[in-house]
């Protein structure tokens, strides 16, 4: 991919992301309104994250992973029949396991329940309604894979708008289903189950008419045989764990958090949306364009042009991720109050929110690099790795969670806090030992030229820190929500011109984040 042609792929996806973002915050604001946190709101949440979890384990994480690089070998060395093939055999493989897995997980619902919101066996009016959610939220899994499954193969081809852009129909499925058909449902609630359903087929949907111009719109065919097929299994069992280690902690955090007082699934929620705010604007637009560029370098064994798209993806991680982990942590108060404070969303579920967004910000960085240095053992078809550092960094959660929520006990704060804090210390584990091994086998290593551009995001972040907390006194907590959004967007921008007048007087020129 030529250099012009990544960093505008990076701007397509990010624009399209940064849409979705948007209607996502309208989401929650939507749900955390009309439905408050705790009570059916947390039922809710627990069964969308199963899929959702899943999605982002095996279709969105494993699968792209393993599929991406394998694909783009073939595009390099075989006709387009070949890739044909591919495509068709691939799809009747994933068509045939997520379907069974599908009716499985339908017919025991309960049980599944059981496993990732233990703390809701005691509750039986909203263990019930859980299941019953996930029996409608399940199918979302099939329908959001084999999308991830096209967008792969559309992103291999350098087609990124239709796969950044189906996100957006999620939103708008959930949003409809909260404000237009909840009041239709004995149990409103239910409307967002068929919402998540319908929103899965529309996102596969859009996608294929592209795929109809690259001729790759291929009727599905089940052969595990297949060359292509047991190289993208053999490398997928493994990236199950290495790229998707951070929804592993995040869903090991709901758990822990049905245990606990009511609401604190919702308040982790929400903090998680608001982290993942930024993460997807760059880290996920970014992560997302680099693997095909990093499999066609790799195919080609051009390592020098393989190691300069990681220098520059980072660059821009670190260029957004370091001040988006401190104005989340300075602003995490008025975010709260001002996107959520309405309707059933209390005062006091937003400080429970802030909380932990404030313990959760900090790992930003740490989740936007993994985004990036993980790629970079997938392009080589390296998914041990990865996997090996994916399971030492479940361990450390689970260490985090336990040493962080004890003090957070001693220290009478409350427990949900912990859960967050130990999330982002396992996103810097996890982060730090991708690096250390790209290191040590000179993939890739920090330059000379970082020692500069480390100092220049430093103090442009110290000066943008000190301009926000002298902003924050003046901000209106007793006003109208719509007053309290305007003085959030102004400090927001005052904070983002700071930051970007600073980064210019120290030296650094935007010519720096041209790739190459």
Known sequence: MAKSRLFRSTMVVSSMTMLSRILGLVR???LLGVFGAGGLMDAFLVAFKIPNFLRRLFAEGAFSQAFVPVLSEYKEKYSLQQVQILVSRTSGALLLVLSMLTVVVILIAPWVVTLFAPGFADQPDKFAITAELLRLTFPYLLFISMTAFASGILQSYGRFAAPAFAPVLLNLCMIGGALIFAPMFDTPIMALGYAVAIAGLLQFLIQLPQLWQQKLLVAPKIDFQHEGVRRILKLMLPAIFGVSVTQINLLLNTIFASLMIGGSVSWLYAAERMSELPLGLIGVAIGTVILPS???SEAQKDDVSFKKTIDWAARLIILVGVPASAALFVLADVLMQALFLRGEFTL????????????????ILGFMLIKIFAP???ARQDTRTPVKIGI???IANMIFSVIFIGIFYFLEIPLHGGLALATTGAAFVNAGLLYYFLH?????RFGPHWKKLFTQFAISTGSMIGVLYFMLPYFPTDQAQWQRIVALIIMCAVGALVYGVVLLATGFRPRQLKHG
Do not use: C, P
């Open 294 to 296: 990093l499999s066609k």
């Open 440 to 444: 040590k086998r000179d993939i890739f």
């Open 376 to 378: 970079a053992f997938f």
């Open 348 to 363: 006091r579920d937003a400080q429970m929110s802030s909380l932990a967004l404030r313990s959760m910000a900090g790992g």
């Open 28 to 30: 929650d604001v939507v």
């Open 392 to 394: 030492i960094s479940v």
